[in-house]
């Protein structure tokens, strides 16, 4: 079992709020923080403990023992400067961990070069993801393993009933493997070769994107 994590968000907006209720689900100690006192309150019950405090202010960060946090989530959208500046206290006081949410590309560039350990821009990011599902509509899912590698959840088309592993050849003749299939909720593991596809499974595939995709556009 890991040791517990502990998890600082600042501010509680759409983004943050919801990183703060996902952060408690999964079972971690998270200080909810935000300078309006209405969605401090709205956190209160949710978050392990929740302070209307303004985190540009360095005092306050340090009388909060926040230097003790693994991990701060800085989520200000719209006032760039109090995130951006937020984002440099707390890499002065020293927390090792900090993700900030971007709002653009300016603000994405400035937060790097401070020294955020991660930037997130979630309307772009969720934007991309989405223009890729819907561009490809045998994708159901898929992890970016790479700028050149993923794993992809395939849905098996008619063109592939009845076929086997060995049959199609898939590592072969594309270098992809084939991970696990699932058909309902049963999961098949490190599927044997001669097992043979049902029209609707789900084929979670690992591969270079190009092979992936020649796999679709051929076999499927
Ligand atoms: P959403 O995720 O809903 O799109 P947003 O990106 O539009 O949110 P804002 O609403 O601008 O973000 O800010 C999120 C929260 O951050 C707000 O609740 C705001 O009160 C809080 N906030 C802004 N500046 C500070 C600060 N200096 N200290 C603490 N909280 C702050
Ligand atoms: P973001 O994804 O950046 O968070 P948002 O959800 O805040 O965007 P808005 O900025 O309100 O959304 O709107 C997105 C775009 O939709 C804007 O460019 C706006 O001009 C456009 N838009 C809004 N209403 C209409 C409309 N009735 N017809 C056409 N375009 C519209
Ligand atoms: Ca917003």
Not at 18 to 44: P, T, W
Not at 66 to 81: C, H, K, S
Not at 82 to 90: G, V
Request: charged share 25%; glycine share 8%.
């Amino acid at each position: 079992m890991n040791q517990k994590k502990q998890f600082v968000v600042i501010g509680l907006g759409r983004f943050g709020g919801s990183v703060c209720k996902e952060l408690i689900q999964q079972g971690n100690e998270v200080l909810a923080m935000d300078m309006d006192e209405q969605k401090v309150s709205d956190y209160s019950k949710i978050a392990t403990h929740a302070v209307v405090a303004d985190s540009t202010d360095e005092p306050t960060l340090m009388s909060l023992g926040i230097r003790n946090f693994d991990v701060a989530v800085v989520a200000i959208g719209d006032n760039l400067q109090a995130s951006i500046l937020t984002t440099l206290l707390l890499k002065e006081i020293g927390v090792n961990n900090i993700w900030v949410k971007a709002k653009n590309n300016y603000h994405q560039k400035v937060l790097e070069k401070i020294g955020a350990d991660r930037v997130i821009h979630p309307e772009s990011d969720m934007g991309r993801r989405i223009a890729q599902q819907l561009s490809d509509e045998n994708v159901i899912d898929f992890i970016e393993l790479s700028l050149d590698y993923s794993i992809v959840e395939l849905i098996a088309v008619q063109k592939l009933d009845g076929k086997t592993l060995i049959e199609l050849d898939i590592r072969g003749r594309y270098g992809i493997t084939v991970l696990a299939i699932k058909s309902g909720d049963e999961i098949n593991v490190s599927p044997e070769p001669d097992y043979q596809i049902t029209a609707g499974e789900l084929l979670i595939v690992i591969g270079h994107n190009k092979d992936i995709k020649r796999f679709e556009n051929e076999a499927m």
